[in-house]
């Protein structure tokens, strides 16, 4: 039965930004992979695909991602809906976009190949398709407003941590240099960091303290008006 | 031609929660209309409609505002993409929202009457058509992060305004007293409102001087690396 008979219907797709960190390489990389279909085949997209009509935009997005990755349970964000009428030379597609953020590590590499899909830095990305690139701008600066103002931070790493390796994110993600000093009196005086006993000792003789993310804690101060923030010079 | 052949094509609307503010009765409210179509026929909606072939999901929303408002140039920002498959009893829809805010008296009151939309107070507002009352809810909580971290509270006040006017806006807003020392402690601390010489002088006789947002002044504070940042408790 058609309830709404007069309107136009259009084509639906969801992207995912898929951020991935490595604490080795300190890189914020996205995960990309070749066209394999026209328009702009060979051409570096997103990972995306059209929604069918029988799932929601969330599970457009987790099947898509999961197929891709392997993951199942990943931090995932709804972005923005791009809906310009010539964003794809094929056809009108309104798409809406999603981040996800995953340590490197995570990921099925053999499943990834096996899909084509492959890891790359952000720092110098390609020309992507249509307004993907548009797309992973926006994302990012999501992503830096949200590690500032909430922890999802922690997603990218693994669950212990030196406060370096914690610097070394949020140098990664806002692209610049952060005032070591002033970066740790801040996340340590937010008192949901759990220092633990255990040290790195890879990277120095002296070794530096691993440290965990504190849930329960922070969600108990934020019901009690606390406000996660990391305003960082 | 047909490019994407096998996908299948949605139903995509917009809806606008249309957010104003009104500095005497200090009270957040939400411009809705009684829907005149089924189903959910005589029920409380947002203002909304679907896209056209020919138009962007961004033209749609300003489309719908101006039709109901008169208003032209108005602040509007995306907030979610809701695409759960029943969501929309007559048909698959997906929705868009967005929200916009302006001043309450900004409004044509004749064009609002004559198109059925009206101001409803933003507490003990009640149950509206599908999942409109969770978009309210989202963009809320959106407004609140975002009067937190940007200068956008302006947006729903006069050009000047007394510290008292802007925090009625702020309790307004969070729905909830906020400590009056604090707050003008945080936000003069900024250095991005102007103070008048004008006095504002119907509310008491000793008066309150006028201030204004500095738009030029935060633009460049923030080239800088400052941030907008009022925590206030």
Redesign the interface.
């Known amino acids: 039965m058609?309830?709404?008979p007069k309107?136009?219907?259009?084509?639906?797709a969801v992207d995912c930004i898929i951020f991935g960190y490595d604490i080795l390489d300190k890189e914020l990389k996205l995960l990309l992979y070749k066209r394999t279909f026209?328009?702009a085949r060979g051409s570096l997209s997103l990972a995306g695909g059209?929604?069918?009509?029988?799932?929601?935009?969330?599970e457009?997005a987790c099947r898509i991602l999961t197929k891709l990755t392997g993951l199942e349970s990943v931090y995932m964000k709804?972005s923005?809906?791009?809906?310009?009428?010539d964003r794809d030379p094929?056809?009108?597609?309104?798409s809406?976009s999603y981040f996800a953020l995953i340590p490197v590590r995570d990921i099925n590499k053999d499943l990834a190949r096996q899909n084509g899909v492959s890891w790359y830095a952000l720092s110098g990305l390609p020309k992507l398709i249509f307004d993907h690139n548009d797309m992973v701008r926006r994302a990012l600066s999501e992503l830096q407003?949200q590690i500032?103002?909430k922890p999802v931070g922690f997603e990218l790493l693994p669950e212990k941590f030196t406060l370096v390796q914690l610097q070394d994110l949020y140098e990664a993600i806002y692209r610049r240099k952060v005032d070591r000093r002033n970066f740790r009196k801040k996340i340590l005086s937010m008192g949901i960091l759990e220092k633990l006993e255990e040290k790195e000792k890879e990277t120095s003789k002296k070794g530096a303290y691993y440290y965990k993310f504190n849930q329960d804690t922070y969600l108990k101060l934020k019901q009690n008006?606390f406000?996660f923030?990391l305003?960082v010079?």
Not at 90 to 94: A, L, S
């Open positions: 058609e309830i709404y309107s136009s219907k259009h084509y639906v026209d328009p059209f929604v069918n009509a029988k799932e929601s935009l969330d457009a709804q923005y809906a791009y809906g310009d009428t094929g056809d009108r597609v309104i809406v407003t500032r103002i008006g406000y923030n305003d010079n």
